[in-house]
């Protein structure tokens, strides 16, 4: 499993990620800053990701 995390970790595009979270801030006019930034992307992290994740792997994948 360990490699295949590893090709994963390097596959996600991280750019990505944030570029999203910038184009919300701004669209909801925010203020930019990377605290601002960075605390959105922690609050995904810890209340919203491994359920989406699961989510998808069960929707994807027909398992219950």
Same mark, same amino acid.
């Given at each position: ?5 590893? &090709?994963?970790? =390097?596959w996600i595009d991280t750019d990505?990620? *944030?570029?999203? #979270?910038?184009? +919300?801030? &701004?669209?909801? =006019?925010?203020s930019l800053s990377l605290e601002? *930034?960075?605390? #959105?992307?922690? +609050? ?21």
């Amino acid at each position: 499993m360990s490699d295949i995390r590893e &090709e994963l970790a =390097d596959w996600i595009d991280t750019d990505v990620i *944030a570029e999203r #979270i910038l184009e +919300d801030m &701004e669209g909801h =006019d925010v203020s930019l800053s990377l605290e601002n *930034a960075k605390t #959105i992307w922690l +609050d995904v992290l810890e209340n919203e990701l491994c359920e989406a994740i699961g989510s998808s792997v069960k929707a994807r994948f027909n398992v219950v």
